[in-house]
């Protein structure tokens, strides 16, 4: 949004006001070096004003944490009850609550936050929205009660299906790699024992796909299948 544009929706919220000062040049924000700091992704819903948890997924950075690698779901870094998994859905719950004291209602909120070494966490990026990276495994995750169905169960004013829990993934864990877009092969290519699959949506989109996979062998067995996967299609399509 502009200043512009935004001016007319802050105008219903006096105290964001003051943001919306056109001799305001810049926002200044601190400085997080990539070594030792994690980055998670929660996800979560609103239903008639009340929130509820969906998931904690990891965001994988290598060499000097400076370098995207891959996304995981659910998170295989912190557990229930552990001090950064309770401070991180308390953020989620006050960033949500302040949303829906603006009108937020009926929808998934994701928010991205920095875990530094100290277990300190601090809001890196707000969407409300879906998490649409992972978007096409929740449902091999989680089963019934993903995103998508959720989605339009809120449009028509229905109670999530993990309202009061959130989802059991029951041991399996979902890995999604970043990869360029194929020309030649096939939008949707499954692996043979169908747990991996690259997706792409065209190369209009930054020309960028995704490949994912699902199973119980853990995080690096995930990841691997998505690197093998890879290099079929290249080697098929190329």
């Not at 006050?94 to 929808?107: A, F, H, K, S």
């Amino acid at each position: 949004l502009s200043l512009h544009d935004a001016l007319p929706i802050c105008e219903a919220h006096d105290d964001l006001l003051p943001y919306m000062d056109e001799n305001l040049v810049a926002i200044v924000e601190e400085y997080v070096p990539p070594e030792g700091r994690n980055i998670i992704s929660l996800d979560g819903c609103v239903h008639e004003k009340k929130i509820h948890h969906y998931a904690m997924s990891d965001n994988i950075y290598k060499g000097n944490g400076d370098v995207f690698d891959y996304l995981v779901t659910p998170t295989q870094k912190y557990k229930p009850g552990d001090a950064v998994w309770k401070r991180a859905w308390e953020l989620y719950d006050e960033l949500v609550g302040d949303m829906i004291t603006r009108g937020l209602n009926n929808q998934f909120v994701d928010y991205e936050a920095f875990v530094f070494p100290d277990g300190r966490v601090e809001v890196m990026e707000v969407n409300c929205r879906c998490f649409s990276n992972q978007l096409p495994i929740f449902q091999r995750i989680f089963g019934a009660g993903c995103m998508m169905d959720t989605s339009i169960d809120l449009l028509v004013g229905a109670e999530p299906t993990f309202a009061g829990a959130m989802p059991d993934a029951g041991g399996k864990v979902g890995v999604a790699i970043y990869c360029e877009h194929v020309d030649k092969a096939p939008g949707f290519f499954e692996s043979e024992d169908k747990s991996t699959f690259y997706y792409s949506s065209g190369a209009k989109y930054h020309d960028q796909a995704h490949i994912y996979s699902v199973g119980s062998d853990g995080q690096m067995a995930g990841k691997q299948k998505c690197d093998d996967l890879h290099k079929e299609i290249l080697a098929k399509y190329s």
